[in-house]
């Protein structure tokens, strides 16, 4: 199936989902109030999803690949700063597991997008 918006990409809707819940819980309590933490992980939430756009105009299997790869390390990193909001008490252990996991997904979804952009020809 060939996709014609990047809307349509299913790791750009996860990651969707993934900064829709990093935005939930950085925009509340004493969390919204570190700003640098709560800068941060909500940038790179919304680097997991705006690399998959900016990567599925790129022209080329190699420049979409490098931006999902760009992508990956966002979720990567959302789930580093996910520990220091968990040691701060800032998110619950149940926040944490929730967003954890919503990372991973997307992180693994991107991960067979770019398996998938490799061993094709530029199909785009």
């Not at 979720?75 to 220091?84: I, K, R, W």
């Not at 944490?96 to 997008?113: P, R």
Request: net charge neutral; glycine share 8%.
């Amino acid at each position: 199936m060939k996709i014609s918006r990047f809307e349509d990409i299913e790791g750009r809707q996860l990651a969707r989902e993934l900064t829709r819940q990093v935005y939930d819980v950085a925009m509340r309590g004493a969390f919204a109030k570190d700003f640098g933490l709560r800068d941060q992980i909500t940038r790179a939430s919304g680097s997991a999803m705006h690399n998959i756009a900016e990567g599925f105009d790129g022209g080329s299997n190699a420049e979409f690949v490098k931006f999902l790869r760009y992508s990956q390390r966002s979720c990567s990193e959302v789930q580093s700063q996910l520990y220091v909001a968990s040691d701060q008490s800032y998110i619950s252990q149940e926040e944490f597991d929730g967003i954890y996991n919503q990372s991973a997904l997307t992180h693994a979804k991107v991960g067979g997008s770019i398996r998938y952009l490799l061993t094709t020809p530029n199909p785009r």
